[in-house]
């Protein structure tokens, strides 16, 4: 009984030993050479055992700055970092709840003290930088850089990969300070590993002219640069996956990178049936791939950062594969070069029903379609940045492609009256093969003058976009009525479509202050023009064969577009407020040629003010708002223009409008960023707003008895849109492995549209909001919860009594769990509810999806092999409900549906040595 005493009373001392003690450490710092208060130096807190990051924060404006946490630990390491300051350490002995420290007086760089250590601050914060130290952040095994995003403090990625940083957009991602693959982010964010990546900078978006001269970039947009350690520098590493599943689904793909120094060379290729681009590996960072910057078209393509893969709808079977160089030649060029190749297959079939309103009646439109496509895309993109001296810079980038598609397609269509008699139907079969060649070139060539912020700069633009196309349609038009018609079509149209391009600008800024307030000068001039032939010819029973040519359906035209457009404005550039004005006058000539029918010929004459002008104030490097206001001006299409009557489809004729008038938009946005470094708090707040002049709007008349339509275009007066989004984050902290964050975010948008049906003026007013809270609990190395709910409601009313006013709500709930024990493993699970209450009879309103992944790593985590379940209640849909001003339509089209997937990959590195480097140096203070 003793000896059972003896062990219960130490393991109560070894309890009371081990015990976790919460903390709060408050300070002020104050600059030596100064004595003021110095703002957003970083103060943190490292374990003595291994020098792993415990805490970290800000100081506010006062200098003043408090630390919270809680340890098992006996004493810390505290260190303050700030720019041209020597980093000041102190080990601090965690012995009761509040510790404070007192004024620190942080000395200048030139000081050196008796003992110097190396150190890195997880955060550094300069002028016009954010720089985290990646080794501060913990992330989860065989992370790549998403996963590492996800970690940093005001960073955002969303389940699309999109990233903003602070409440703002990352358009572009680096790798030391060049393009991997013609800047797609998602290549880069899921490719490369953690492990390799010393630091993530974050900027202004700027081109390298703009970085040149020390113009300020694009203030809406991030660029995220990923400094490679410079030990990882010199080697080889990559990875390579497979996996096969049920329903004949497989997927394949593989990265290898070459680094030597300056030069480096990266290769992937890869290959699926799931409807990812394939180079994502389909592991457990992202599982079923639909990853970030996907757009979707109708005809079943999708693209991904600018590159196409065919089948956004449907099911799509890929392959792709491409290789990218960058490297330095000699002491003043560097050089980077991709070249991309996609081929992709995609077959879908679509079913719709549609609700058109008119001022007086409505009618109905139901539709089955099936499509299969095939899409072979190859793009070469090259950059050359040439520094002659310090003053003088040369970048050409050109841009090089070449894709081939054929796209079958056989289409139902029956249109119903208001008693729903039917009035028309129609069947179409269309097979059409096309060629596209396409060249860019942009030079750009900037000359500095003196070292007070002037220089002028010249820059020159050509495109050459080519497409041949061969198109052979076979359909019947069956009209009913007291006039009934049965149109027979069995056609071949051979295509031309050729466009090219041209404009030159030229920049010259005049310092009124030194590199702070300018006089900028610009002129640009540019012309577009398009070469556009469709040869339509009928078959011949007689000669068998497509020789009649049909004048009707046929076109022959040049459209030309020319700019002359003069500018001068004036920024300032301060600590805190910088600002700029630019006035513009555009002198436009339209001019269209048509060859075929030279009495409708088009020639007009616009002259446009254009403006735009910006304001950006930093409170604080937590801290900033701004507001942005421009003025631009479009001209109508070139379809819009024409006068003569297009009868390609026999149930809608279009008849262009060669008097209508360009539209002039006037925009309007503001927003405010912030983020409290101490609380753990980011809120961002924004408003936009758009009026438009002289929009150009469509004008359809129906005909009562057959419903088929006529349609012009005129310009109308006061449309409008209005939109406001609001976006809250903060961390809780419950203890060292315990973390909650509440995720906030609502939009609002209020839009007015003036239109025409069946030639009555109308305006409708659409109003929608949208809040979504997502609640994620993260257990370090244990769990991951993060439900979330989100609900979308939408009010359209209309100012005519023939329409009825509408609501539509939707509602999106889900759940993504991570689960990490026991070691070695990984479950993940994505739960999501969609609920449409508002679809119609025969679609489905609503649908749980539900995906798993279950993977183990091996080899010390070199290989992982997992096993994934797609649609695991087998519930995929993706019918849903398009309302617009005249018509209600609900879709639904064919999706991937459930599987079964067993996939290995394994990764490789050569990379460096295992050792790590710390940086500035460091002064102990007792």
């Known amino acids: 009984m003793k000896k059972l005493s003896l062990v219960f009373a130490i393991l109560l001392a070894l309890q009371s030993f081990s015990q976790e003690k919460s903390f709060e450490i408050t300070g002020t710092l104050k600059a030596e050479d100064t004595e003021l208060p110095l703002e957003s130096a970083t103060v943190y807190l490292e374990r003595v055992k291994d020098s792993s990051v415990v805490t970290y924060t800000i100081t506010d404006k006062n200098g003043k700055f408090k630390i919270e946490n809680s340890t098992y630990d006996k004493s810390l390491n505290f260190y303050v970092s700030y720019v041209g300051y020597k980093t000041y350490f102190k080990e601090i002995v965690i012995d009761k709840d509040k510790i404070?420290?007192?004024?620190?007086?942080?000395?200048?760089?030139?000081?050196?003290?008796?003992?110097?250590?190396?150190?890195?601050?997880?955060?550094?914060?300069?002028?016009?930088?954010?720089?985290?130290?990646?080794?501060?952040?913990?992330?989860?095994?065989?992370?790549?850089?998403?996963?590492?995003?996800?970690?940093?403090?005001?960073?955002?990625?969303?389940?699309?990969?999109?990233?903003?940083?602070?409440?703002?957009?990352?358009?572009?991602?680096?790798?030391?300070?060049?393009?991997?693959?013609?800047?797609?982010?998602?290549?880069?964010?899921?490719?490369?590993?953690?492990?390799?990546?010393?630091?993530?900078?974050?900027?202004?978006?700027?081109?390298?002219?703009?970085?040149?001269?020390?113009?300020?970039?694009?203030?809406?947009?991030?660029?995220?640069?990923?400094?490679?350690?410079?030990?990882?520098?010199?080697?080889?590493?990559?990875?390579?996956?497979a996996g096969v599943g049920t329903d004949e689904r497989y997927e394949f793909a593989g990265m290898i990178n070459l680094f030597d120094n300056d030069r480096r060379i990266s290769v992937l290729a890869g290959g699926n049936n799931t409807n990812t681009p394939g180079f994502s590996f389909g592991e457990i960072s992202k599982m079923f791939g639909g990853g970030g910057g996907v757009s979707f078209s109708s005809n079943g393509s999708f693209t991904l950062g600018g590159r196409s893969f065919g089948g956004g709808e449907g099911i799509t079977t890929s392959q792709n594969a491409g290789v990218n160089y960058a490297d330095i030649i000699g002491e003043k060029t560097d050089v980077s070069a991709d070249y991309f190749f996609s081929s992709s297959n995609s077959e879908n079939e679509t079913s719709s029903e549609r609700e058109t309103i008119l001022s007086d009646s409505r009618f109905f439109t139901n539709s089955n379609s099936k499509s299969d496509n095939d899409t072979d895309n190859h793009?070469?993109?090259?950059?050359?940045?040439?520094?002659?001296?310090?003053?003088?810079?040369?970048?050409?980038?050109?841009?090089?492609?070449?894709?081939?598609?054929?796209?079958?397609?056989?289409?139902?269509?029956?249109?119903?009256?208001?008693?729903?008699?039917?009035?028309?139907?129609s069947n179409v079969n269309s097979n059409v093969e096309s060629a596209v060649r396409r060249f860019s070139n942009q030079i750009s060539v900037t000359k500095r003058l003196g070292n007070k912020g002037a220089f002028i700069k010249a820059e020159l633009e050509t495109s050459i976009n080519q497409q041949d196309s061969d198109d052979y349609l076979d359909s019947n038009t069956e009209v009913f009525g007291s006039n009934p018609e049965n149109?027979?079509?069995?056609?071949?149209?051979?295509?031309?479509?050729?466009?090219?391009?041209?404009?030159t600008e030229l920049s010259y800024r005049l310092p009124i202050i030194t590199k702070k307030f300018f006089l900028n000068l610009e002129y640009k001039y540019a012309r577009d023009k398009d070469k556009n032939r469709e040869s339509t010819f009928d078959f011949d029973d007689g000669t068998q064969s497509f020789?009649?040519?049909?004048?009707?359906?046929?076109?022959?035209?040049?459209?030309?577009?020319?700019?002359?457009?003069?500018?001068?404005?004036?920024?300032?550039?301060?600590?805190?407020?910088?600002?700029?004005?630019?006035?513009?006058?555009?002198?436009?000539?339209?001019?269209?040629?048509?060859?075929?029918?030279?009495?409708?010929?088009?020639?007009?004459?616009?002259?446009?003010i254009e403006a735009n002008?910006?304001?950006?104030?930093?409170?604080?490097?937590?801290?900033?708002?701004?507001?942005?206001?421009?003025?631009?001006?479009?001209?109508?299409?070139?379809?819009?223009?024409?006068?003569?009557?297009?009868?390609?489809?026999?149930?809608?004729?279009?008849?262009?409008?060669?008097?209508?008038?360009?539209?002039?938009?006037?925009?309007?946005?503001?927003?405010?960023?912030g983020f409290d470094w101490q609380k753990r708090t980011g809120f961002y707040v924004g408003i936009n707003a758009s009026v438009s002049d002289n929009q150009v709007v469509s004008k359809t008349i129906v005909d009562p008895e057959t419903l088929k339509r006529t349609t012009t275009y005129v310009n109308v007066?006061?449309?409008?849109?209005?939109?406001?989004?609001?976006?809250?984050?903060?961390?809780?902290?419950?203890?060292?492995?315990?973390?909650?964050?509440?995720?906030?975010?609502?939009?609002?948008n209020s839009s007015k549209t003036l239109n025409f049906n069946n030639d009555v003026k109308y305006a409708s007013t659409s109003d929608r909001i949208s809040p979504r809270l997502?609640?994620?609990?993260?257990?370090?190395?244990?769990?991951?919860?993060?439900?979330?709910?989100?609900?979308?409601?939408t009010n359209t009313a209309y100012d005519i009594e023939a329409f009825d006013n509408r609501q539509f709500t939707s509602h999106n709930a889900g759940v993504r769990t991570a689960t990490f024990l026991p070691k070695n493993f990984e479950w993940r699970n994505d739960v999501n509810f969609n609920y449409n209450p508002n679809v119609a009879d025969g679609f489905q309103k609503s649908a749980w999806f539900w995906n798993s992944t279950l993977a183990y790593s091996m080899f010390k985590d070199k290989a992982i092999i997992t096993l994934k379940v797609y649609d695991l209640l087998n519930q995929n849909t993706n019918a849903r409900r398009i309302a617009t001003q005249d018509y209600i339509e609900d879709r639904q089209s064919t999706v991937l549906r459930q599987y079964f997937m067993l996939s290995l990959s394994y990764k490789f590195n050569s990379l460096g040595s295992k050792g790590e480097t710390r940086g500035s140096d460091m002064i102990y203070f007792d």
Do not use: C
Request: a negative charge; charged letters at 25%.
């Open 613 to 673: 002008s910006y304001i950006s104030y930093t409170f604080s490097p937590k801290s900033s708002i701004y507001i942005n206001y421009w003025l631009e001006n479009e001209p109508p299409g070139l379809r819009q223009l024409q006068a003569f009557e297009d009868v390609s489809n026999p149930l809608q004729t279009v008849i262009g409008n060669p008097n209508l008038e360009p539209s002039n938009r006037h925009s309007f946005y503001a927003g405010y960023n």
């Open 774 to 793: 997502g609640i994620d609990f993260i257990w370090d190395k244990v769990l991951e919860f993060k439900p979330y709910y989100q609900i979308s409601y």
């Open 100 to 241: 404070d420290l007192g004024t620190i007086v942080m000395p200048l760089d030139n000081q050196l003290g008796e003992v110097l250590v190396k150190s890195t601050a997880p955060i550094t914060i300069k002028k016009d930088t954010l720089e985290f130290n990646v080794k501060s952040f913990k992330t989860k095994k065989d992370a790549n850089v998403e996963d590492l995003l996800k970690q940093l403090p005001g960073v955002e990625v969303d389940e699309e990969g999109n990233i903003t940083v602070n409440g703002k957009s990352v358009n572009k991602i680096l790798v030391n300070g060049k393009p991997f693959f013609g800047d797609d982010p998602t290549i880069t964010t899921k490719n490369l590993t953690k492990d390799i990546i010393e630091k993530i900078q974050v900027v202004d978006t700027k081109t390298k002219s703009e970085a040149f001269t020390g113009e300020e970039g694009d203030k809406e947009n991030k660029t995220i640069n990923l400094t490679i350690k410079e030990e990882n520098n010199k080697g080889v590493f990559g990875r390579v996956s």
């Open 379 to 425: 793009s070469f993109n090259l950059e050359f940045e040439i520094e002659t001296d310090s003053t003088f810079q040369i970048n050409i980038e050109p841009s090089f492609g070449y894709s081939t598609s054929r796209t079958r397609y056989r289409s139902y269509e029956e249109t119903l009256d208001e008693d729903l008699l039917l009035t028309n139907q």
């Open 547 to 608: 020789t009649d040519f049909n004048t009707d359906l046929s076109t022959d035209f040049q459209y030309t577009d020319y700019r002359s457009i003069p500018s001068a404005g004036l920024s300032y550039r301060g600590e805190k407020l910088s600002t700029s004005f630019n006035l513009g006058y555009n002198m436009r000539t339209l001019k269209n040629e048509d060859l075929l029918r030279p009495q409708f010929n088009v020639e007009r004459d616009f002259e446009n």
């Open 487 to 503: 149109i027979d079509r069995n056609q071949f149209t051979d295509g031309e479509k050729n466009s090219y391009g041209i404009s």
């Open 717 to 748: 007066d006061g449309n409008y849109n209005i939109g406001a989004w609001a976006n809250y984050n903060k961390d809780f902290k419950i203890d060292t492995l315990r973390t909650i964050k509440l995720k906030f975010r609502a939009s609002y």
